[in-house]
């Protein structure tokens, strides 16, 4: 007996196939199994849905780089808003459709884990939703659209605890590299959709500030008056972007986030965690989005001073009125074209065992830690989140930094600690790393 392959819109089916028997027989196999997940939707349904699909999947992501988003919101009128929010209502569709259709060839016994259907449910009614939303003509249509962007953001802060059990309980039964490489895909796109919605609000709230400001109204007056922005008026924004952030900055209030968090975790006084020295290229800027910028820096000082703190707990309280752990050194380098941050601890370092499988989400001892997500109802991969599951952070922290063309790099020094390195373009060149179509084999 051999297994055959149906996709349908729940995923890629096998499908038992004796030799020798009728393709009538298969079809009705694929017929019985596709009805079961699907809740008995016809294969005419199922087939125009598929077609649907297939017609935004055969379109390639419309990619953009930080400075053209910070371009773009200078001079920026009430007509290049609504082109604005054109954009993002066609691309979002584009982009939903790509990961729905990466769902679809997930085999079998994953794509029936309750925990990865939430999800898919999840993109297909947005894909349907923004697909389906009008043509943007107006400021008031535009502000429509911002609140049907909320929405979805809300309701998609579920995705990432529902994908890492998902991916957890798939974890024994479906290769790691293959589950690895589809929440890698799952995660970016989910944070250059993310960025494109959080942008566009961004923008338009600063727009409609400012007219507001400009006609003389009052907070609480109606947005009557704010249909349609006079044709000379314009301001200069940049929405969730940065053009000119301060390294030194971020680095400072996430050292003081990280040590709160770790004081707390720890049963520590309050001042006690390891103190963060910062040198080099202090005063240091870069275009970015600083939340992005933050997550990953957060998590490379959360991490060292959990490892000096375990390591060194027994010297708290030694040596006088001075800082009981060692300090975690934070350097900053700039050139022309690139930021990179090394944060060094004296952690004892990665064992060699476990170095390689840093990056894996699903490696098993990872896989058994996302199972903790399934007390976490909502999570965006924010700073000043409670903190995630161990082994979650470091790779996701990647994924922020090769998002936009960087990396993050981690050397151990067996003994002694470690040296993670974070490397970003420094002028907001380099566009979105996010692939559309993914090979699937």
């Keep these: 007996m051999s297994l055959l392959f149906c996709r349908t819109r ?43 699909l297939d017609r935004y999947t055969a379109q390639e992501a419309k990619k953009v780089s930080l400075r053209q988003l910070v371009l773009f919101g200078r001079q920026l009128t009430g007509d290049k808003l609504i082109a604005s929010a054109n954009y993002v ?65 809300l309701e998609h802060s579920r995705v990432i605890p529902q994908l890492g059990v998902g991916v957890a309980e798939c974890a024994s039964l479906v290769a790691q590299d293959d589950m690895d490489a589809f929440m890698h895909q799952m995660l970016v796109s989910r944070i250059s959709r993310r960025t494109l919605s959080e942008q566009h609000i961004e923008l338009s709230e600063q727009f409609d500030g400012a007219l507001r400001e400009h006609l003389g109204l009052r907070a609480d007056e109606g947005v009557d008056q704010m249909r349609q922005a006079p044709s000379d008026f314009a301001t200069q924004h940049t929405g969730i972007v940065s053009a000119n952030c301060s390294v030194a900055r971020v680095v400072h209030d996430c050292a ?22 910062v ?20 998590e490379l000082l959360r991490n060292a001073m ?24 934070v350097t900053v380098c700039s050139s022309r074209s690139d930021v990179v941050v090394r944060v060094s601890d004296e952690g004892g370092g990665i064992a060699a065992s476990e170095l390689p499988h840093v990056w894996s989400f699903t490696h098993p001892l990872k896989a058994q830690r996302l199972h903790d997500l399934h007390a976490v109802r909502r999570m965006e991969a924010r700073m000043g989140e409670d903190a995630p599951p161990a082994g979650f952070g470091l790779p996701m922290s990647r994924v922020y930094a090769e998002y936009w063309g960087g990396s993050v790099t981690v050397h151990s020094l067996p003994g ?20 559309s179509r993914r090979r699937h084999t």
Aim: proline share 6%.
């Design 10 to 52: 729940t995923g890629l089916t096998e499908v038992p196939s004796v030799v020798g028997h009728s393709r009538a027989a298969h079809n009705l196999a694929a017929h019985n199994i596709a009805s079961n997940l699907t809740g008995g939707r016809t294969l005419q349904q199922k087939f125009y849905e598929n077609r649907i």
């Design 279 to 298: 040198a080099g290229h202090t005063d240091a800027t870069f275009m970015c989005i600083p939340g992005h910028f933050a997550y990953v820096v957060h």
């Design 256 to 277: 003081e986030r990280a040590g709160g968090a770790i004081e707390e975790a720890c049963g520590l006084p309050a001042g006690t965690a390891p103190h963060v020295v």
């Design 89 to 153: 209502r066609t691309e979002l569709p584009v982009r939903l459709a790509h990961r729905i259709s990466d769902f679809q060839y997930l085999p079998y016994i994953a794509g029936t884990n309750p925990h990865l259907r939430t999800v898919y449910e999840l993109y297909w009614r947005a894909f349907d939703e923004f697909r389906k939303f009008p043509v943007v003509k107006t400021l008031d249509d535009n502000r429509r659209f911002c609140d049907t962007m909320r929405r979805n953001l």
């Design 416 to 435: 002694h600690g470690v040296d993670a390195y974070v490397q970003l373009p420094r002028l907001g060149n380099a566009v979105e790393n996010i692939a």
């Design 306 to 329: 959990s490892h000096v703190v375990r390591r060194y707990t027994g010297r708290l309280g030694e040596g006088g009125g001075g800082p009981a752990f060692p300090p975690i050194n």
